[in-house]
Protein backbone atom coordinates (compact mmCIF):
# COMPACT_ATOMS: atom_id res chain seq x y z
CA UNK A 1 0.00 0.00 0.00
CA UNK A 2 1.18 3.21 -0.96
CA UNK A 3 -0.20 4.88 2.06
CA UNK A 4 -0.31 8.74 2.08
CA UNK A 5 2.28 10.00 5.32
CA UNK A 6 4.19 12.88 6.61
CA UNK A 7 7.45 12.14 8.15
CA UNK A 8 9.00 15.11 9.87
CA UNK A 9 11.53 15.85 12.93
CA UNK A 10 14.18 13.91 14.36
CA UNK A 11 15.16 11.45 17.34
CA UNK A 12 12.83 8.82 18.59
CA UNK A 13 9.96 7.74 16.22
CA UNK A 14 6.51 8.19 16.66
CA UNK A 15 4.09 6.92 14.50
CA UNK A 16 0.53 8.50 14.81
CA UNK A 17 -2.61 6.33 14.04
CA UNK A 18 -6.21 7.95 13.20
CA UNK A 19 -9.65 6.67 14.14
CA UNK A 20 -11.93 5.36 11.90
CA UNK A 21 -13.31 8.18 9.24
CA UNK A 22 -10.43 10.51 10.04
CA UNK A 23 -6.96 11.13 8.64
CA UNK A 24 -3.58 11.98 10.10
CA UNK A 25 -4.33 15.25 10.66
CA UNK A 26 -6.73 13.90 13.42
CA UNK A 27 -4.26 12.43 16.03
CA UNK A 28 -2.63 15.15 17.56
CA UNK A 29 -4.58 17.75 16.07
CA UNK A 30 -1.75 19.75 13.85
CA UNK A 31 0.05 20.47 17.19
CA UNK A 32 3.90 20.10 16.28
CA UNK A 33 5.27 19.79 19.81
CA UNK A 34 6.87 15.92 19.52
CA UNK A 35 9.09 17.60 16.88
CA UNK A 36 9.82 20.47 18.80
CA UNK A 37 10.90 18.32 21.91
CA UNK A 38 13.11 16.13 19.76
CA UNK A 39 10.95 13.45 17.73
CA UNK A 40 10.89 11.99 14.36
CA UNK A 41 7.02 11.88 13.77
CA UNK A 42 5.43 9.58 10.85
CA UNK A 43 1.20 10.21 10.76
CA UNK A 44 -0.11 7.98 7.75
CA UNK A 45 -3.75 7.60 6.99
CA UNK A 46 -4.82 4.46 6.64
CA UNK A 47 -6.06 2.19 3.60
CA UNK A 48 -9.43 3.95 2.50
CA UNK A 49 -8.99 7.19 4.32
CA UNK A 50 -7.63 10.18 3.77
CA UNK A 51 -5.58 10.24 1.02
CA UNK A 52 -4.82 6.80 1.18
CA UNK A 53 -6.10 4.39 -1.64
CA UNK A 54 -8.97 2.01 -1.19
CA UNK A 55 -7.83 -2.09 -0.58
CA UNK A 56 -6.09 -3.75 -3.55
CA UNK A 57 -8.97 -6.26 -4.96
CA UNK A 58 -8.95 -9.23 -2.59
CA UNK A 59 -8.14 -7.73 0.38
CA UNK A 60 -9.96 -5.49 3.15
CA UNK A 61 -10.00 -3.37 6.31
CA UNK A 62 -9.50 -6.00 8.92
CA UNK A 63 -7.41 -5.14 12.28
CA UNK A 64 -4.15 -8.15 10.50
CA UNK A 65 -3.96 -6.11 7.30
CA UNK A 66 -4.01 -2.51 9.06
CA UNK A 67 -1.19 -4.03 11.50
CA UNK A 68 0.82 -4.82 8.55
CA UNK A 69 0.22 -1.74 6.73
CA UNK A 70 1.86 0.03 9.75
CA UNK A 71 4.65 -3.00 9.82
CA UNK A 72 5.35 -2.07 6.03
CA UNK A 73 5.67 2.01 6.27
CA UNK A 74 7.76 1.23 9.06
CA UNK A 75 9.85 -1.03 7.13
CA UNK A 76 9.69 1.08 4.21
CA UNK A 77 11.15 4.45 6.12
CA UNK A 78 13.23 2.04 7.82
CA UNK A 79 12.14 2.37 11.53
CA UNK A 80 13.41 -0.81 13.32
CA UNK A 81 11.23 0.44 16.54
CA UNK A 82 9.03 3.44 17.41
CA UNK A 83 6.83 4.87 19.93
CA UNK A 84 2.96 3.98 18.30
CA UNK A 85 0.28 6.17 19.66
CA UNK A 86 -3.13 5.50 18.03
CA UNK A 87 -6.97 6.72 18.48
CA UNK A 88 -9.60 4.16 18.75
CA UNK A 89 -9.04 2.11 15.39
CA UNK A 90 -5.92 2.98 15.69
CA UNK A 91 -5.20 2.09 19.17
CA UNK A 92 -6.11 -1.08 18.07
CA UNK A 93 -4.17 -1.47 14.99
CA UNK A 94 -1.06 -0.68 17.48
CA UNK A 95 -2.22 -3.52 19.87
CA UNK A 96 -2.29 -5.82 16.81
CA UNK A 97 0.80 -4.87 15.56
CA UNK A 98 2.58 -5.07 19.15
CA UNK A 99 0.96 -8.64 19.93
CA UNK A 100 2.36 -9.71 16.36
CA UNK A 101 5.93 -7.82 16.22
CA UNK A 102 7.23 -8.17 19.97
CA UNK A 103 9.72 -5.38 20.74
CA UNK A 104 9.55 -3.13 17.42
CA UNK A 105 7.04 -0.80 19.81
CA UNK A 106 9.24 0.99 22.45
CA UNK A 107 5.91 1.91 23.91
CA UNK A 108 2.04 2.55 22.96
CA UNK A 109 -0.36 5.02 23.38
CA UNK A 110 -3.88 3.95 23.27
CA UNK A 111 -6.54 6.55 22.97
CA UNK A 112 -10.09 6.20 23.70
CA UNK A 113 -9.93 2.18 22.94
CA UNK A 114 -14.15 1.06 22.11
CA UNK A 115 -13.42 -2.57 21.17
CA UNK A 116 -14.54 -4.64 23.90
CA UNK A 117 -14.01 -8.63 23.25
CA UNK A 118 -16.46 -9.51 25.27
CA UNK A 119 -19.29 -7.13 23.79
CA UNK A 120 -18.35 -8.31 20.27
CA UNK A 121 -19.74 -7.93 17.64
CA UNK A 122 -22.18 -4.53 18.78
CA UNK A 123 -23.50 -1.75 17.13
CA UNK A 124 -23.25 -2.99 13.30
CA UNK A 125 -26.15 -1.85 12.27
CA UNK A 126 -25.28 1.97 12.89
CA UNK A 127 -22.13 1.27 11.11
CA UNK A 128 -23.93 0.03 8.46
CA UNK A 129 -26.31 3.22 8.33
CA UNK A 130 -23.16 5.37 8.70
CA UNK A 131 -21.67 3.67 5.40
CA UNK A 132 -24.80 3.97 3.60
CA UNK A 133 -25.48 7.36 4.62
CA UNK A 134 -21.66 7.85 2.40
CA UNK A 135 -22.51 5.97 -0.57
CA UNK A 136 -25.74 7.38 -1.37
CA UNK A 137 -25.48 10.99 -0.52
CA UNK A 138 -21.55 11.51 0.16
CA UNK A 139 -20.68 14.28 2.99
CA UNK A 140 -24.61 15.05 4.05
CA UNK A 141 -26.00 11.35 3.65
CA UNK A 142 -23.16 10.57 6.40
CA UNK A 143 -24.33 13.67 8.55
CA UNK A 144 -27.53 12.87 8.29
CA UNK A 145 -27.25 9.21 8.97
CA UNK A 146 -25.33 10.29 12.44
CA UNK A 147 -27.81 12.50 13.65
CA UNK A 148 -27.23 14.67 15.67
CA UNK A 149 -24.40 14.13 18.24
CA UNK A 150 -25.35 12.45 21.55
CA UNK A 151 -23.30 14.88 23.59
CA UNK A 152 -24.00 17.96 26.01
CA UNK A 153 -25.06 21.54 23.95
CA UNK A 154 -21.44 22.59 24.74
CA UNK A 155 -19.29 20.01 22.44
CA UNK A 156 -21.98 19.73 20.11
CA UNK A 157 -21.28 22.20 17.79
CA UNK A 158 -17.25 20.83 17.75
CA UNK A 159 -18.73 17.25 17.24
CA UNK A 160 -20.53 18.13 14.67
CA UNK A 161 -17.81 20.26 12.47
CA UNK A 162 -14.94 17.80 13.08
CA UNK A 163 -17.09 15.29 11.60
CA UNK A 164 -17.54 17.21 8.47
CA UNK A 165 -14.06 17.83 8.36
CA UNK A 166 -13.08 14.27 8.61
CA UNK A 167 -15.76 12.62 6.29
CA UNK A 168 -14.31 15.59 3.55
CA UNK A 169 -11.18 14.63 3.73
CA UNK A 170 -11.52 11.39 2.20
CA UNK A 171 -10.36 11.31 -1.42
CA UNK A 172 -12.32 7.91 -1.92
CA UNK A 173 -15.91 8.26 -0.35
CA UNK A 174 -16.75 4.31 -1.33
CA UNK A 175 -13.44 3.06 0.01
CA UNK A 176 -14.36 4.58 3.39
CA UNK A 177 -17.63 2.99 3.24
CA UNK A 178 -16.48 0.08 2.68
CA UNK A 179 -14.08 0.55 5.62
CA UNK A 180 -17.08 1.77 8.03
CA UNK A 181 -18.43 -1.51 7.20
CA UNK A 182 -15.64 -4.43 7.47
CA UNK A 183 -13.33 -2.19 10.69
CA UNK A 184 -16.06 -3.10 13.33
CA UNK A 185 -16.65 -6.60 12.40
CA UNK A 186 -12.56 -7.47 12.64
CA UNK A 187 -11.49 -8.42 15.91
CA UNK A 188 -7.80 -6.59 16.71
CA UNK A 189 -7.45 -9.70 19.13
CA UNK A 190 -9.71 -12.34 20.92
CA UNK A 191 -9.41 -11.93 24.29
CA UNK A 192 -8.61 -9.95 27.56
CA UNK A 193 -6.02 -12.53 28.37
CA UNK A 194 -4.13 -11.58 25.18
CA UNK A 195 -2.85 -8.48 26.24
CA UNK A 196 -1.22 -9.87 29.82
CA UNK A 197 2.00 -10.85 27.72
CA UNK A 198 2.50 -6.88 26.48
CA UNK A 199 6.13 -5.50 28.12
CA UNK A 200 6.27 -2.21 27.47
CA UNK A 201 5.64 0.76 28.68
CA UNK A 202 2.09 1.70 28.20
CA UNK A 203 -0.50 4.53 28.99
CA UNK A 204 -4.12 4.53 28.00
CA UNK A 205 -6.30 7.56 27.31
CA UNK A 206 -9.87 7.94 28.37
CA UNK A 207 -12.38 9.64 27.61
CA UNK A 208 -15.35 10.43 29.74
CA UNK A 209 -18.77 9.29 28.34
CA UNK A 210 -20.25 12.92 28.73
CA UNK A 211 -18.29 14.23 25.87
CA UNK A 212 -17.91 10.86 24.13
CA UNK A 213 -20.09 8.15 24.30
CA UNK A 214 -19.11 6.01 21.76
CA UNK A 215 -15.42 5.38 23.48
CA UNK A 216 -16.77 4.18 26.79
CA UNK A 217 -14.74 5.41 29.71
CA UNK A 218 -14.90 2.05 31.56
CA UNK A 219 -13.72 0.24 28.32
CA UNK A 220 -10.31 2.62 28.57
CA UNK A 221 -10.42 1.54 32.21
CA UNK A 222 -10.28 -1.99 31.06
CA UNK A 223 -7.87 -1.60 28.91
CA UNK A 224 -5.38 -0.03 31.74
CA UNK A 225 -6.19 -3.02 34.01
CA UNK A 226 -5.40 -5.60 31.43
CA UNK A 227 -2.12 -4.46 30.09
CA UNK A 228 0.37 -4.84 32.81
CA UNK A 229 1.26 -1.74 34.59
CA UNK A 230 -0.18 0.35 32.41
CA UNK A 231 -1.01 4.16 33.46
CA UNK A 232 -4.39 5.80 32.87
CA UNK A 233 -5.23 9.24 32.38
CA UNK A 234 -8.14 11.24 31.61
CA UNK A 235 -9.56 15.05 31.72
CA UNK A 236 -11.03 16.40 34.62
CA UNK A 237 -14.85 16.28 34.80
CA UNK A 238 -16.68 18.95 32.58
CA UNK A 239 -13.22 19.62 30.51
CA UNK A 240 -12.97 18.33 27.26
CA UNK A 241 -10.95 15.66 26.23
CA UNK A 242 -7.44 15.10 26.35
CA UNK A 243 -7.96 13.25 22.73
CA UNK A 244 -9.19 16.51 21.20
CA UNK A 245 -6.36 18.34 22.26
CA UNK A 246 -2.86 17.88 20.87
CA UNK A 247 -1.10 19.67 22.80
CA UNK A 248 -2.17 17.68 25.80
CA UNK A 249 -2.10 14.65 23.97
CA UNK A 250 1.49 15.37 22.61
CA UNK A 251 2.59 15.14 25.99
CA UNK A 252 1.33 12.08 27.21
CA UNK A 253 3.07 11.03 23.72
CA UNK A 254 6.26 12.23 25.03
CA UNK A 255 6.20 10.81 28.50
CA UNK A 256 6.22 7.42 26.80
CA UNK A 257 8.64 8.01 24.68
CA UNK A 258 10.73 9.44 27.46
CA UNK A 259 10.71 5.75 29.19
Known amino acids: MELAYDDTGTGTP ?6 LTATRRYVVMGSKQLERGGHRV ?24 LAADLRDLMDRLEIEHAVLAGASMGAHTLLRFALDHPGRALGLVV ?36 GEPNVPESFRATVATVLR ?73 GKSPIAWQGGQLSRVIAEVAAQ
Open 111 to 146: VTPAYDPDAFPSGLARWDALAGGLRSGGVEGFLEAY
Open 14 to 19: VVLLHG
Open 42 to 65: IAYDARGHGGSPAAPAGEGYDYPT
Open 165 to 237: QRISRAEDPAALADALQQVPRSRPFASWSDLHGLDLPVTVVGDRDEADPEHPLAVAQRYAAEIPEARFVVEEE
